[in-house]
T-cell receptor, first 110, second 112 residues
């Protein structure tokens, strides 16, 4: 599975959009981009995934660049409860395990 | 919304004792996983389980660890003889296909 890199930390004002970037420059054609988050003391929570098209669900939007070498997770109206560590992964549909890095620690500021 | 449930939320065990951590995956899921997170460190993959057998395991998952699906609803992780360094949060996850995995809120294991 391709390696991903993310900024260590970010701040976002409450009510504003949080844009979390992820680089996956070595992603292969059959690897999906997945986003999870971990709120303190809880289990990782699935957010969204995509292959090459942009995706949106009730939690977030995922924008994948045309060359698929990077993506951005967008939380459209961040709330204090969105403060968490956000993890980006690239993995095939037959992959068994997520390799958790350090992720991006997002702090939503009142 | 269905969720993965783990019991107990906190387990305290004497070093050298056996411990069993329990998980109830989401009911129609076929793939099951255990991860652990030592305090302040990354989440680490331990093992994946499908069709009543281990499909992949990490170097952490040595002979002291075993997994079982004893009935149609539970998925367990057993640590045979616990060590101090086994103290961690243990997360169970399940998935209908391999992805996406849905995680429980974990069991905090404290070894004394």
């Amino acid at each position: 599975d391709a390696k991903t890199t993310q900024p260590t930390s970010m701040d976002c004002a409450e009510g504003r959009a949080a844009n979390l970037p992820c680089n996956h420059s070595t992603i292969s054609g059959n690897e999906y981009v997945y986003w999870y988050r971990q709120i303190h003391s809880q289990g990782p929570q699935y957010i969204i995934h995509g292959l090459k098209n942009n995706e949106t669900n009730e939690m977030a939007s995922l924008i994948i660049t045309e060359d698929r070498k990077s993506s951005t997770l967008i939380l459209p109206h961040a709330t204090l409860r969105d403060t968490a560590v956000y993890y980006c992964f690239s993995i095939t549909n037959t992959g068994n395990q997520f390799y958790f890095g350090t992720g991006t620690s997002l702090t939503v500021i009142p | 919304e269905p969720e993965v449930t783990q019991t107990p939320s906190h387990q305290v065990t004497q070093m050298g004792q056996e411990v069993i951590l329990r998980c109830v995956p989401i009911s129609n899921h076929l793939y099951f996983y255990w991860y652990r997170q030592i305090l302040g460190q990354k989440v680490e993959f331990l093992v994946s389980f499908y069709n009543n057998e281990i499909s992949e395991k990490s170097e952490i998952f040595d002979d002291q660890f075993s997994v079982e699906r004893p009935d149609g609803s539970n998925f367990t992780l057993k640590i045979r003889s616990t060590k101090l360094e086994d103290s961690a949060m243990y997360f169970c996850a399940s998935s209908e296909k391999r992805q996406p995995q849905h995680f429980g809120d974990g069991t905090r294991l404290s070894i004394l």
